[in-house]
């Protein structure tokens, strides 16, 4: 298998030394930009399977790069950030950024949490059973990860595609909180409500002609989310 | 008696005097007679006469050329001409110089009383006239006054001025020499302003006044004014001041809003003063005109110090979230080397180990500095920065961190330039080092590698003038004051550098001026930027 490639994104030298030599260690091939502009150019120019991106940077922050890089690529993005607040995690989420580290963080999770990306990104471990699903508009080709709602494609995210993939193979079935986080991102996530609550809002504005009163994935309060396919058709 | 008036009678002839005395008398007026135009002139100098009844032909003049001057003494005075056959038309003459009536000799008396009657009551209809018009000036007196002093504190709304302007007015318009305010704080008066007042009464006036006993605080109580016509007569501890330098008489009146007496207003004069019930109600209203402006002002003053507070509080939150960022940086690389060296997955080789250990040592320091930073600067808020000055040279303050300056301008071109006639000044050598430093380091920061950085002294006028000037992305005009806030953070630093806790500057403006000193920055954005500071000689 060829090296991945990972994108790290730090005004601070110290981190991208710290975070280059790891992961070269464990057989990734790295590319470093120290500020947002460097690495949209980086993005555009090298092959880049993740981006580990820190928010405050000078010139374009990573706010803004996530954003920018969505309006293009899915590649993965893992925000590796020294701000903490609650509301920095959903805003970059909500911006389509994958996952969301604190600084100081321990180089085991951080490592777990690259795996969690790149398993999402499309080597399925578990392939569907089956090929294909339908539902009311909503079709997905689980074999070539393409999604489209009343024949028009819509571009997913891998974590985006993963989640979906997840309720829709389950479909009919409720799946809590935890079996959604525990199942799409891994075991470590299961306290992280606001990544399901955060992702299930980007599928619904990608999918949903309302996304206010969505028809594909209905939430069931305080319990989890389903799909419900009373006319859907599964193949 | 019914009658109440005075008539004077001036005839030369006894007998007729004696008649019209009794039949006067009989009706109740109070009469004197004279035979004279003299003694009636003398007469009429002393006391007012409702009426005058005159003969027109008397010894000493003509009852004619008499009735001008009696009419200037007193213009609202009834005057009755008496004349003989011959003289009536002297008698006509009196008429149009103010006389009210003419009567013929012999008199009828019912006649006489008649007139006399006709003409009090005319007199009565001017004097009710007259006091009518009078309120009305009163009145107009008052509006204007009250309307001078409310334009006048309503200019600003800055307590001290409001006071200041309205003691103004009060002497303008009342006319006393001296006034003071008062304002209730809590469990006391506290002096507020005065006017006109010696410099030695003004050290004797307490600051403070107590709230439960004393005049003041009956002001408030009793919610109206209080006037003390003889200060000697009274034993006023509060007012203790006036009486000493020789004030007479005091009034007061609370400073009433809306039900609340919130302080009080104070006049005295140095002669006894009866002060009319026109001025007390003049100073009512102003105390009511001065308690609506100093209330607006305090309302303003609290309105604007909440307003301040919240801005500190934002900022403190930002400070926070900033300090925590920052600490959280360093902290990565320290927690994210140490952590790497753990792993059991992969064996680093020797040199890649000592490297993190580096790392681990570098952010270390990092932390420390951050953690001292933070420490200077809650010294600095607490006042409590400790300098330990000594006569210096600053020569010696460069040498002392020349190391360290050429290490952050490795990439630079440093150039130092202390002129040699600077005079030796007393300093925390350290202190003025660190700022030194710190203005170097923001230098670096702020500008491209290989560009100048600038350092140079001069003596100027009894102070040295210390200089840190570099060529690089300068600052704009509107932020020239703004950087030295403490939290303050710039934009525009070289990617790939750390960004500071927003207190370099701050730290340096309080070294400068706990040294009597000033710091400020000349700058052109995309021209670099000059930090000057200056240190006196003593």
């Known amino acids: 298998m060829d090296k991945k490639h990972i994108l790290i994104v730090d005004d601070d030298p110290a981190i991208l030394r710290l975070l280059s030599t790891n992961l070269k260690a464990r057989g990734y091939e790295i590319f470093t930009a120290i500020d947002g502009a460097e690495s949209l150019e980086a993005v555009q120019k090298d092959f880049i399977d993740l981006i580990i991106l820190d928010l405050m940077m000078p010139k374009i922050d990573g706010v803004e790069v996530c954003r920018r890089v969505r309006e293009w690529s899915d590649v993965p993005i893992i925000i590796l950030s020294a701000r903490g607040d609650e509301n920095d995690k959903v805003k970059c989420l909500d911006l389509g950024a994958d996952d969301y580290l604190t600084k100081p963080f321990g180089i085991a999770e951080l490592m777990a949490r690259i795996k969690t990306a790149f398993r999402h990104r499309g080597d399925p471990t578990v392939a569907p059973a089956q090929a294909t699903f339908a539902c009311d508009g909503l079709e997905i080709n689980f074999a070539k990860r393409r999604v489209t709602v009343d024949g028009k494609e819509v571009t997913l995210t891998p974590t985006e595609f993963a989640l979906l993939q997840h309720l829709a193979v389950n479909s009919d079935k409720v799946l809590t909180h935890n079996m959604l986080l525990q199942s799409v991102w891994g075991n470590e996530y299961s306290s992280e409500k606001e990544y399901l609550r955060v992702f299930v809002g980007r599928l619904r504005r990608k999918l949903e002609p309302d996304p206010k009163n969505p028809k594909y994935i209905q939430t069931i309060p305080g319990v989890g989310y389903h799909i419900a396919t009373s006319t859907a058709s599964v193949a | 008696m019914k009658n109440k008036e005075s008539i004077l009678v001036v005839d030369d002839d006894l007998d007729f005097l004696g008649i019209i005395r009794k039949i006067l008398e009989n009706k109740g007026y109070k009469t004197s007679t004279v035979p004279s135009a003299s003694e009636a002139l003398s007469l009429l100098e002393k006391q007012f006469y409702n009426a005058v009844i005159l003969d027109i032909s008397l010894p000493d003049a003509d009852g004619t050329e008499l009735l001008p001057k009696i009419l200037e003494l007193h213009p609202y005075i009834l005057a009755i001409m008496l004349t003989g056959h011959s003289s009536v038309k002297n008698a006509v003459e009196s008429l149009n110089r103010g006389a009210f009536a003419y009567l013929e000799k012999p008199l009828n008396p019912e006649n006489l009383l008649s007139v006399i009657n006709r003409g009090m009551e005319k007199q009565l209809l001017v004097f009710e006239n007259r006091q009518l018009m009078d309120e009305l000036e009163r009145h107009n007196r008052i509006t204007n006054t009250l309307l001078s002093v409310s334009q006048a504190v309503a200019q600003t709304l800055d307590l001290q001025k409001i006071i200041d302007s309205a003691l103004e007015k009060v002497a303008e318009c009342i006319g006393v020499e001296a006034s003071f305010v008062y304002l209730r704080d809590k469990d006391h008066f506290k002096l507020k302003g005065y006017h006109g007042l010696s410099t030695q009464t003004v050290k004797d006036m307490p600051e403070e006044v107590s709230n439960n006993t004393g005049i003041f605080s009956n ?138 250990l580096v790392s681990i040592d570098k952010d270390a320091d990092t932390l420390t500095r951050l953690v001292d930073d933070l420490l200077m600067i809650s010294r600095l808020e607490a006042n409590a920065l400790e300098v330990k000055k000594k006569p210096s040279k600053l020569i010696d303050v460069i040498s002392a961190i020349k190391d360290r300056l050429d290490n952050l301008t490795v990439k630079h071109h440093m150039h130092i330039d202390i002129a040699e006639e600077i005079p030796t000044v007393n300093i925390d050598e350290g202190r003025i080092g660190e700022v030194l430093t710190n203005l170097v380091e923001n230098a670096v920061k702020f500008s491209e590698d290989n560009t100048n950085i600038y350092i140079k002294a001069i003596n100027k006028n009894k102070e040295v003038l210390i200089s840190v000037a570099d060529e690089g992305i300068g600052i704009p005009l509107e932020l020239h004051q703004r950087i030295f806030e403490r939290f303050f953070q710039g934009d525009g630093r070289k990617a790939g550098r750390r960004k500071g806790t927003g207190l370099g500057l701050a730290i340096c403006q309080g070294i400068v001026e706990a040294h009597g000193g000033e710091i400020w920055v000349e700058s052109t954005p995309g021209k670099g930027a000059k930090f000057s500071f200056n240190i006196p000689v003593n």
């Open chain 2, 219 to 356: 002001l408030i109580e009793q919610s109206g004014p209080i006037i003390i016509e003889d200060l000697k007569k009274t034993n006023e501890p509060d007012l203790g001041f006036l009486n000493n330098v020789g004030y007479r008489s005091f009034a007061g009146v609370p400073l009433a809003i809306l039900g609340e007496n919130i302080g009080v207003l104070g006049i005295a004069t140095d002669f006894n003063q009866i002060f009319s019930p026109n001025n007390v109600d003049l100073l009512t209203g102003i105390g009511r005109e001065i308690a609506i402006a100093v209330r607006n002002a305090q309302l303003y003053e609290e309105a604007s110090s909440v307003k301040a507070l919240r801005e500190l509080d934002a900022m403190r939150t930002a400070f926070l979230a900033n300090v925590s960022h920052e600490l959280r940086t360093p902290l990565a690389v320290i927690k994210g080397s140490a952590n790497s060296l753990l792993q059991p997955d992969v064996i680093f080789d020797e040199q890649t180990r000592r490297d993190f």
